[in-house]
Structures are given as C-alpha cells and as structure tokens.
C-alpha cells in the first residue's frame, strides 16, 4: 500500500482524534487589531480578545514555552496540524504576527464528528476575519502536495498517538513523511503527546512511548533538536487513561522539536 492510500485510509475512519482537545468552545470575542510590531507573545495571550476558555487552558499547555522552545518567530508560514477547534492555531497566529502566516489544516472527518462540533469552533474563531493572518486548509493530506516545501514549522498536539494506536506504524510514518514534504529544508515539526508506558495498553488509555514518535519521526526523514519537559507531570504514573478525573489537562506530555536538515 502506498504513502498515499495509508493517509487516505487513515482518515476514512471516525476514531477519536481529538476528543483530548476538549469539547467545543465557546466563540471568542473579537480579536484586537494587530500591532504592527508584535508585542511579547505573553502579553498577546493573556489579552481578553482571546477567550475565556483558551486562556483558562493555558495553564496546562503552556504555549509561550512551546513557541519559544519550537524556535516559532515572527514572519514564519506555520503549519497547525490537525487543527481541530484551532486553539493552537490562534496561538500560532499571535506569535508569527502580522508578517507571518498560519494554516489550519483539518481532515474533512474531524470537521465532521461530534455532529461538526471542530467546524463550528473553528469557524467562531476564524469569523469576520478575526485572525487575518490565518487561512484554513479542510483536506487530507495527500491533496495539499501544491504545499510541499513551503513551511518554516508545523506543529500537531495530542493528535499523534491517536494516528499510531488507530492506525498502526505504517499509517504514522506515512503522516510523519507527508509532513516532512510540506516544510522547507531546516523546518521544525512539533510534536507534543501524552506520555505512554512499555508494555501498557497504551490505545485504551490514549497514550504513546515517546520512543516509537522519535523512532517514528527518524524514519521519516526527522532529526530530533530538542526534548523538553515542558508538560512534564511526575505525578502521572502513566497508568491512568487521559481523560481520567483530575489527570485530564494535565497529563505528562512530551514535547519533540523535529527538524528537516537543510539541504
């Protein structure tokens, strides 16, 4: 079976990618104009024209750090990997600025699940040209080849567990290697997920090993610049399924900046 038809397949079947994301937010309050130097990129979060809900979960994600720690700067094109609501994609909005350019990518199946409920948050959040430096793009990836190699960084967060225990490693290389194509040579590709133990059923508790997203990332092309323990949590013993009380948001997570060497 080829890289193409395992992406196809991969998102043929309604499994449930994002449902670690949280139900469907609220619409956010109309965005401020943007400055025209960007300001500190904390600050811009914690402005009430974000909503309530996304700075409410900030605590758990702690998106400055992964912008900064991904090296994501103002003027970049960003790629937000299975955007679902776009919670990172207007966090990436902020940090490029008004000389940089996000895109939302979304499989038209997680437009469509939950009775469309990542279509309506997206579309709240994106309404009346509220983040002008973001486009969305609703298609898998083996329709956005036109892209190829146009990226500064892509990020996917708490999808790529879900794609490997869903589908299985062929399906998730193929993924890994369709992203690879898209960034430039020196890109950056992010990958943030929930902590997974050897041996555990890690697919019941929606849970990868970090060590099958590096052995999968190194084989589709991806070296590893950095680990960090940014959503590092000790006290998650792994054995706990994500959504589990008091666990949920605050799972111990992994962060990897993946690069694309330069040519």
């Given at each position: 079976?080829?890289?193409?038809?395992?992406i196809a397949?991969?998102?043929?079947?309604?499994?449930?990618?994002?449902?670690?994301?949280?139900s469907e937010?609220?619409a956010?309050p109309?965005?401020?104009p943007m400055?025209e130097?960007p300001?500190d990129l904390r600050?811009?979060?914690?402005?009430?024209?974000?909503?309530?809900?996304d700075r409410a979960?900030?605590?758990g994600r702690?998106?400055a750090d992964?912008?900064?720690?991904?090296g994501?700067?103002p003027?970049m094109?960003v790629?937000d990997v299975?955007?679902?609501?776009?919670?990172?994609?207007?966090?990436l909005?902020?940090?490029?600025?008004?000389?940089g350019?996000v895109?939302?990518?979304n499989?038209?199946?997680?437009?469509e699940?939950r009775?469309?409920?990542?279509?309506k948050?997206?579309?709240?959040?994106l309404a009346d040209?509220r983040?002008?430096?973001?486009?969305r793009m609703n298609?898998?990836?083996?329709?956005?080849?036109?892209?190829?190699?146009t990226?500064?960084?892509?990020?996917?967060?708490l999808?790529?567990h879900d794609?490997?225990?869903s589908?299985g490693?062929?399906?998730?290389?193929?993924t890994?290697?369709?992203?690879?194509?898209l960034?430039?040579?020196g890109?950056?590709?992010?990958?943030i997920?929930?902590?997974?133990a050897a041996?555990a059923d890690?697919?019941a508790l929606?849970?990868?090993e970090?060590?099958v997203?590096?052995e999968t990332?190194?084989?589709?092309g991806?070296?590893?610049?950095?680990?960090a323990?940014?959503?590092?949590?000790?006290a998650?013993?792994?054995?706990?399924?994500?959504f589990a009380?008091?666990?949920?948001?605050?799972?111990?997570?992994?962060?990897?900046?993946?690069?694309?060497?330069?040519?």
């Amino acid at each position: 079976m080829t890289n193409k038809s395992l992406i196809a397949v991969l998102f043929s079947t309604l499994f449930a990618l994002v449902a670690c994301s949280g139900s469907e937010p609220e619409a956010p309050p109309a965005a401020e104009p943007m400055a025209e130097a960007p300001a500190d990129l904390r600050t811009l979060l914690a402005s009430d024209s974000r909503s309530e809900e996304d700075r409410a979960r900030d605590a758990g994600r702690k998106p400055a750090d992964i912008v900064e720690f991904l090296g994501i700067e103002p003027g970049m094109r960003v790629l937000d990997v299975i955007a679902a609501g776009g919670y990172y994609t207007e966090v990436l909005s902020l940090a490029v600025g008004p000389d940089g350019h996000v895109v939302a990518q979304n499989p038209p199946v997680i437009l469509e699940m939950r009775e469309g409920a990542n279509e309506k948050a997206i579309s709240a959040r994106l309404a009346d040209d509220r983040l002008p430096n973001v486009s969305r793009m609703n298609s898998d990836f083996e329709d956005i080849a036109a892209d190829a190699g146009t990226f500064d960084a892509a990020i996917t967060a708490l999808n790529f567990h879900d794609i490997y225990n869903s589908r299985g490693p062929e399906a998730a290389l193929a993924t890994l290697q369709a992203i690879y194509s898209l960034l430039k040579p020196g890109g950056v590709f992010g990958i943030i997920d929930h902590v997974g133990a050897a041996g555990a059923d890690n697919a019941a508790l929606h849970r990868v090993e970090k060590s099958v997203a590096i052995e999968t990332a190194k084989a589709a092309g991806f070296v590893v610049d950095g680990d960090a323990n940014i959503l590092a949590n000790p006290a998650d013993d792994h054995t706990q399924g994500v959504f589990a009380e008091g666990l949920r948001g605050n799972t111990d997570r992994f962060v990897l900046k993946l690069g694309k060497p330069p040519e």
